[in-house]
């Protein structure tokens, strides 16, 4: 699977066996099947409200750490996806199960979640946009690959909202948006060669370890 840019192919091969681990997580063939535990699910949602108020202002910071129109337009419609679509999906699947978002809101953080959203946020307040975006593609494009992999393969329609609107048009041109955004922020700062540069291996890096952290995310969803 690609066509999310670049930069992201190369990222993603350099942290292989997490990335791995991530799209094809026990928790994500449960989504696939339909054997996910109900119970499991709610519980991730609920967690994942409160990691995507984080990774909100996340992408609010990228708009701050941005050095051009193009670079804040494409951060800021990140920022209003994230709040007015993504939230609104966790908001509406909640309430339909009996959780009030007075509820979702006021869900105790689990370290796991605490751990993740606190790491992304600390690369972009220590760096620049570069290592803000090297924390964040794991989520954005992880989500994107598997949305459209269980689109593809789902076997089951017990998660089938969560998956349409993962594999939609609109989050998949969202994730390509990203790549783009990547690939030029990249370029801009590093030069076209990029990669050859010192400072590559340790935007790989921070890519893979926000990657296994997006495990232990799943790993956290399994036992409510
Ligand atoms: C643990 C976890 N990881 C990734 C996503 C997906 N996601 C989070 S922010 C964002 C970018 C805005 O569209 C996307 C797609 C999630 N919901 N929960």
Redesign the pocket.
């Known amino acids: 699977m690609n066509g999310y840019g670049k930069a992201f192919a190369l990222m993603r091969d350099a942290a292989q066996g997490p990335w791995r681990d991530y799209t094809r997580h026990a928790f994500v063939e449960g989504l696939k099947d339909g054997t996910l535990p109900r119970a499991a699910f709610l519980h991730y949602l609920r967690q994942?409200y409160v990691?995507?108020i984080h990774?909100s202002r996340a992408?609010a910071l990228a708009v701050v750490k941005s050095e051009t129109h193009a670079e804040m337009l494409a951060a800021s419609r990140?920022v209003n996806?994230?709040i007015s679509?993504?939230m609104q999906l966790h908001i509406g699947i909640c309430e339909a199960a009996g959780i009030s978002q007075d509820e979702l809101f006021a869900t105790p953080e689990r370290p796991e979640n605490l751990a993740?959203t606190r790491y992304v946020l600390e690369a972009g307040y220590s760096g620049d946009l570069l290592d803000l975006l090297a924390a964040l593609a794991p989520?954005?494009m992880?989500?994107?690959e598997i949305g459209t992999r269980l689109a593809a393969e789902a076997t089951s329609d017990t998660y089938r909202d969560w998956i349409n609107a993962?594999s939609s048009s609109e989050?998949q041109e969202?994730c390509q948006a990203?790549g783009e955004l990547l690939d030029s922020a990249l370029t801009r700062r590093l030069g076209a060669d990029f990669r050859t540069t010192p400072r590559w291996d340790r935007l790989c890096q921070t890519f893979r370890t926000a990657t296994e952290l997006?495990v232990n995310?799943w790993q956290m969803g399994l036992t409510p």
Do not use: N, P
């Open positions: 994942d990691f995507l990774f992408w990140t996806g994230l679509e993504e993740y989520c954005v992880g989500y994107g993962y989050y969202a990203v997006e995310f």
